[in-house]
Structure formats: structure tokens, C-alpha cells
């Protein structure tokens, strides 16, 4: 297949490397001049991914989808978490940052064999991994398969985050209902990822400042432009976290990023995604309405991943979308 340009070497029982066009690294094990489940079409393929996809649970059940969840906790305090709204209003209320990790390889292994025994091949759509050990742990999750299963399961760098990540997941369910082989949806999801944009603004700087992530010199003025109501817009540009410029918002940023996508839909229909930290009720139904004047095809809103909202702090509202 013209997908496989590149460095493409047959082991029996070791892996290859395959560089696509974009550059980015896929792992994909045991290939043999594409024969194989990996090559075939009118071939099951099932889908796992992890939790910084931020895509709702009744709609990933739904769709078969298996998530892999990242361990969540407050250091030095005894909090049962069971959902990213608790975490956010302990963050609130206690002024604390929460700590995550990456998930364990058991996680990982776990989900992996959960579908592999209703598919043929399974498609692990991941965290980009210069972000956390995401990666890491589903590649050495996949090392303690047996050979044969790990001839079935493919792992995927989606070089983004949050919903923007959750796109590309959402796009690789679509691509499993059509008459595609894995390899396909996967040259498919390569040139997808590329169309897929995030931006993102931040309640309160004070968190990025608390988790090390802002310092001096830039942590006063960063400050001060909060407090004149100038806040900076986050993006993801060539699968780096980017300052992508700032806005005047004032108190309202729901405000603003309403006219953010308004701005972005008026050149052409959207499809959307919108991850939030926490937001206040009443918040979310003003953006959600907001969206409906507007030519946006919104998919989901769910809450941010704390492997993210731990950092950005409650409030934060992260918009993933694509023409």
C-alpha cells in the first residue's frame, strides 16, 4: 500500500518502524508484504484510547470504544474522586493542585484483550507522547502480549490532546464501519490529524503559576494582563502546547470565545468538540446556546481530563475543531 513509503523491514518476531509521510512514528508489529490482519479489508478493528480523549463515557460505550483511565489524586489528603467535577471543586474549594500519572501497562493490556476478543485487529489511538509516559506505558503494555496478539494491535501517536485527540478517535470509529483494512484508517487518520485545531483560555493563571508551569519573569506580567482583563489563547501547533496570541475578554471569556468560533465559522461550517474544567452550569448553557446560532456541528462537551485541567485549573475551556 503507497501509505508504507519508507523503512519497512519484516521480522518474525520483533517489531519495525514505519515512518509515514508526515514523519510521525506508528509502530505496526510483524508485517509480512501486508498480509496479515494489518493488511486485509473486511476486517473487524476495535478501538482503544486513553483518557485525555475527554469523549463522553455514554458515547464511547456507545461505540465500543475502551478507554484507559489516568490515576487521579490530592497529595497529603484522603478524597474518594470518582468524576473530574469532584476534582475541580476540590480544587476550588481547597485551593490544591491535583497530581495525575500516566495509566499503569496493565491498563493498557487489560483493554487490549478486552477487544481483541470481539476484533480482529485493534487500534490504539494515543496522547501525543511528548506530553506525559501515555505512550510509553501502551508500548510496554503491548510488549507483554503474546506474539499473535501483538500482530493485532497497532499504536497510534494522534500528536494531540484533549478533544482535539477525541477527533481523532471519533474519525478512526467512522473509518472502522467502512470497507477499510487498518492500514488505510490509519494513512486516513494521518492526514486527518493534520486538519484538526484546539484553542483554549484559562480562568485563572494562579494554577499554571501553583504547578510550576508559569514562572518569573513572566508569571507578574502574565498577571497583570489577567487582572486588565487580557488573558492568552492556547493552542496546539506542530504537537506543541503554544501561547497562540492574546485576547481581550474581560471578566466574560465565555463571551469571547464564543466570538472566537464565530469568527472561525464564519469562513466555512465546523465540526467541533469542548472540553471544560468544572464550568458552572449556567456557563455551559450559555456556550452551548451560543454554539447553536453559529454554523458548528458540536459532537460532544464533557469535562476536561485532569491530566490537563490539573494544570490549567478549574474553569478552563478547551474548543478541538476541524473544516
Same mark, same amino acid.
Given at each position: 500500500?503507497?501509505?508504507?513509503?519508507?523503512?519497512?523491514?519484516?521480522?518474525?518476531?520483533?517489531?519495525?518502524?514505519?515512518?509515514?509521510?508526515?514523519?510521525?512514528?506508528?509502530?505496526?508489529?510483524?508485517?509480512?508484504?501486508?498480509?496479515?490482519?494489518?493488511?486485509?479489508?473486511?476486517?473487524?478493528?476495535?478501538?482503544?484510547? @486513553? &483518557?485525555? %480523549?475527554?469523549?463522553?463515557?455514554? $458515547?464511547?460505550?456507545?461505540?465500543?470504544?475502551? !478507554?484507559? +483511565?489516568?490515576? #487521579?489524586?490530592?497529595?497529603?489528603?484522603?478524597?474518594?474522586?470518582?468524576?473530574?467535577?469532584?476534582?475541580?471543586?476540590?480544587?476550588?474549594?481547597?485551593?490544591?493542585?491535583?497530581?495525575?500519572?500516566?495509566?499503569?501497562?496493565?491498563?493498557?493490556?487489560?483493554?487490549?484483550?478486552?477487544?481483541?476478543?470481539?476484533?480482529?485487529?485493534?487500534?490504539?489511538?494515543?496522547?501525543?507522547?511528548?506530553?506525559?509516559?501515555?505512550?510509553?506505558?501502551?508500548?510496554?503494555?503491548?510488549?507483554?502480549? @503474546? &506474539?499473535? %496478539?501483538?500482530?493485532?494491535?497497532? $499504536?497510534?501517536?494522534?500528536?494531540?490532546?484533549? !478533544?482535539? +485527540?477525541?477527533? #481523532?478517535?471519533?474519525?478512526?470509529?467512522?473509518?472502522?464501519?467502512?470497507?477499510?483494512?487498518?492500514?488505510?484508517?490509519?494513512?486516513?487518520?494521518?492526514?486527518?490529524?493534520?486538519?484538526?485545531?484546539?484553542?483554549?483560555?484559562?480562568?485563572?493563571?494562579?494554577?499554571?503559576?501553583?504547578?510550576?508551569?508559569?514562572?518569573?519573569?513572566?508569571?507578574?506580567?502574565?498577571?497583570?494582563?489577567?487582572?486588565?482583563?487580557?488573558?492568552?489563547?492556547?493552542?496546539?501547533?506542530?504537537?506543541?502546547?503554544?501561547?497562540?496570541?492574546?485576547?481581550?475578554?474581560?471578566?466574560?471569556?465565555?463571551?469571547?470565545?464564543?466570538?472566537?468560533?464565530?469568527?472561525?465559522?464564519?469562513?466555512?461550517?465546523?465540526?467541533?468538540?469542548?472540553?471544560?474544567?468544572?464550568?458552572?452550569?449556567?456557563?455551559?448553557?450559555?456556550?452551548?446556546?451560543?454554539?447553536?446560532?453559529?454554523?458548528?456541528?458540536?459532537?460532544?462537551?464533557?469535562?476536561?481530563?485532569?491530566?490537563?485541567?490539573?494544570?490549567?485549573?478549574?474553569?478552563?475551556?478547551?474548543?478541538?475543531?476541524?473544516?
Amino acid at each position: 500500500m503507497s501509505v508504507w513509503k519508507e523503512g519497512c523491514r519484516s521480522y518474525s518476531h520483533r517489531p519495525s518502524f514505519i515512518y509515514i509521510k508526515s514523519g510521525i512514528q506508528i509502530r505496526q508489529y510483524n508485517r509480512v508484504q501486508d498480509r496479515g490482519p494489518f493488511g486485509g479489508r473486511g476486517v473487524s478493528v476495535g478501538i482503544v484510547t @486513553d &483518557d485525555a %480523549s475527554n469523549i463522553p463515557r455514554d $458515547l464511547t460505550k456507545e461505540l465500543d470504544i475502551e !478507554v484507559v +483511565e489516568y490515576p #487521579v489524586w490530592f497529595p497529603d489528603e484522603d478524597i474518594n474522586i470518582e468524576t473530574p467535577e469532584e476534582i475541580y471543586k476540590q480544587m476550588r474549594e481547597k485551593e490544591m493542585t491535583a497530581k495525575t500519572s500516566a495509566p499503569p501497562p496493565v491498563r493498557f493490556k487489560r483493554a487490549y484483550q478486552k477487544q481483541l476478543a470481539k476484533y480482529d485487529h485493534v487500534l490504539v489511538i494515543l496522547l501525543y507522547k511528548e506530553f506525559s509516559g501515555t505512550y510509553d506505558s501502551a508500548e510496554n503494555a503491548w510488549d507483554r502480549l @503474546d &506474539d499473535t %496478539s501483538r500482530n493485532r494491535v497497532t $499504536l497510534f501517536d494522534s500528536t494531540l490532546a484533549s !478533544v482535539a +485527540e477525541g477527533l #481523532v478517535v471519533l474519525k478512526a470509529h467512522e473509518l472502522t464501519k467502512t470497507d477499510m483494512g487498518p492500514a488505510d484508517i490509519v494513512s486516513n487518520l494521518e492526514e486527518f490529524k493534520l486538519s484538526v485545531k484546539l484553542f483554549a483560555f484559562i480562568e485563572d493563571l494562579k494554577w499554571l503559576i501553583k504547578g510550576g508551569r508559569l514562572r518569573e519573569p513572566w508569571a507578574g506580567p502574565a498577571l497583570a494582563l489577567q487582572k486588565a482583563g487580557v488573558r492568552p489563547a492556547i493552542g496546539i501547533a506542530n504537537g506543541q502546547v503554544k501561547m497562540t496570541g492574546l485576547k481581550v475578554t474581560g471578566k466574560d471569556y465565555i463571551k469571547a470565545m464564543l466570538k472566537e468560533l464565530s469568527r472561525l465559522s464564519r469562513k466555512k461550517p465546523l465540526t467541533a468538540a469542548v472540553a471544560h474544567a468544572g464550568l458552572p452550569q449556567e456557563s455551559l448553557m450559555r456556550l452551548k446556546q451560543g454554539i447553536k446560532g453559529m454554523d458548528v456541528e458540536l459532537l460532544f462537551t464533557a469535562q476536561l481530563t485532569p491530566l490537563i485541567g490539573s494544570h490549567t485549573g478549574p474553569g478552563t475551556i478547551m474548543v478541538a475543531y476541524n473544516y
